[in-house]
């Protein structure tokens, strides 16, 4: 893996971005902005599940005041999502967001901007410049690719932003195809010291769009490139932020919560393990302490395979055998699976 690309950091609350910051994950609001009650409840479940940051949609004005009072009632950092109106931003700004993304694509008139920049600058309040490949300026020079329109759009504006003594600068470059999105991102990384939120954009339900992001994403931070990540996902916003905690733990980048080894199960195994699998997963996501848990199919080859494994089980005909790194600890019936593992588990965790 390539050395973490260096950038400048940034402070989004009480959040920083770049430089040797871990990298963040971030995810974004599906609820109505205006109802907020909703809206807390959405990120409450977020923060839940190790969110960072949060990325609320900003349509209208009623949008842009709710952010006062959701901010009362969620503890993480808020960043209004801005497109068309820079009076939205501005209100955004009064009513306390930590963060503003706008987008080129739709507001780049140099007045309106610089607006936006003097009431960040003053409250000390960070920048987005989220480029989208489907929302690009018109390009200078038609023969340009998507991805030097891309990033021509971002260097454009950057420019506006640093003209005006701006640096609390963060950059994105996202398109739904993956090689314009990398390609995008390696050539801005080496022009600008500002840190990179990556993602693929639009990338869709979660079983197509984890791949896809997860190719996208995991690409460029194998290359150095990334200073927070999103996965867009059609659904829950839950399922982006424990899909972006996995690409990063698959990476070795971060620790965050269990990991859990489950084998693919075959004919030997007399459980369903599928089953069985899919109810500690879902157990495991109350769990933050790192701890590498393995559901295993068989007695013959579960504890072998899985000896790395902090604490697991083995399932055998209507018993199973738990096990420590490897080493066997004691035998539960079938309806006990569960419930045994996970007193296990809590036990190794509260300590
Ligand atoms: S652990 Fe056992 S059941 Fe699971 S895949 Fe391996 S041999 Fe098959």
């Keep these: 893996m390539n050395p973490r690309r260096k950038s400048k950091p940034i402070q989004i609350g009480r959040v920083t971005v770049g430089g040797d910051a871990p990298i963040v994950v971030q995810s974004m609001t599906k609820t109505d902005t205006r109802d907020v009650r909703s809206t807390i409840d959405q990120i409450r479940e977020l923060e839940e599940c190790g969110c960072e940051l949060v990325r609320l949609a900003v349509p209208d004005m009623e949008a842009a005041e709710a952010i006062s009072p959701i901010k009362k009632g969620v503890s993480i950092p808020i960043i209004a999502d801005i497109h068309f109106d820079y009076r939205l931003a501005l209100m955004a700004l009064v009513a306390g967001a930590d963060g503003l993304r706008l987008n080129p694509g739709n507001i780049s008139q140099p007045e309106k901007v610089t607006k936006i920049v003097k009431a960040a600058k003053e409250r000390s309040v960070p920048i987005r410049i989220g480029v989208n490949a489907g929302s690009l300026p018109k390009a200078k020079n038609p023969k340009m690719t998507i991805a030097e329109q891309m990033v021509e759009a971002?260097?454009?504006?950057?420019?506006?932003?640093?003209?005006?003594?701006?640096?609390?600068?963060?950059?994105?470059?996202?398109?739904?195809?993956?090689?314009?999105?990398?390609?995008?991102?390696?050539?801005?990384?080496?022009?600008?010291?500002?840190?990179?939120?990556?993602?693929?954009?639009?990338?869709?339900?979660?079983?197509?769009?984890?791949?896809?992001?997860?190719?996208?994403?995991?690409?460029?931070?194998?290359?150095?490139?990334?200073?927070?990540?999103?996965?867009?996902?059609?659904?829950?916003?839950?399922?982006?932020?424990?899909?972006?905690?996995?690409?990063?733990?698959?990476?070795?980048?971060?620790?965050?919560?269990?990991?859990?080894?489950?084998?693919?199960?075959?004919?030997?195994?007399?459980?369903?393990?599928?089953?069985?699998?899919?109810?500690?997963?879902?157990?495991?996501?109350?769990?933050?302490?790192?701890?590498?848990?393995?559901?295993?199919?068989?007695?013959?080859?579960?504890?072998?395979?899985?000896?790395?494994?902090?604490?697991?089980?083995?399932?055998?005909?209507?018993?199973?055998?738990?096990?420590?790194?490897?080493?066997?600890?004691?035998?539960?019936?079938?309806?006990?699976?569960?419930?045994?593992?996970?007193?296990?588990?809590?036990?190794?965790?509260?300590?």
């Design 154 to 351: 971002a260097l454009e504006q950057i420019r506006l932003l640093e003209s005006l003594d701006f640096d609390l600068i963060k950059v994105s470059l996202k398109a739904f195809d993956v090689p314009t999105t990398i390609e995008a991102y390696q050539n801005i990384a080496q022009k600008i010291p500002y840190p990179l939120h990556v993602g693929i954009t639009e990338a869709g339900t979660p079983r197509t769009g984890i791949i896809r992001s997860t190719v996208g994403i995991s690409t460029l931070l194998w290359l150095g490139i990334g200073d927070t990540i999103r996965v867009s996902l059609t659904a829950h916003p839950r399922e982006e932020v424990i899909a972006g905690y996995e690409i990063l733990k698959s990476l070795n980048l971060r620790q965050h919560g269990p990991i859990l080894v489950s084998c693919p199960a075959c004919g030997r195994a007399e459980v369903d393990i599928v089953k069985l699998a899919q109810a500690v997963e879902e157990k495991l996501l109350k769990i933050t302490k790192p701890l590498k848990v393995a559901v295993m199919g068989c007695v013959v080859n579960g504890p072998g395979e899985a000896k790395d494994a902090d604490i697991g089980i083995a399932c055998g005909k209507g018993r199973a055998v738990l096990f420590k790194k490897g080493k066997k600890i004691g035998v539960v019936d079938e309806k006990d699976f569960v419930v045994a593992l996970m007193r296990e588990i809590e036990t190794m965790t509260s300590k």
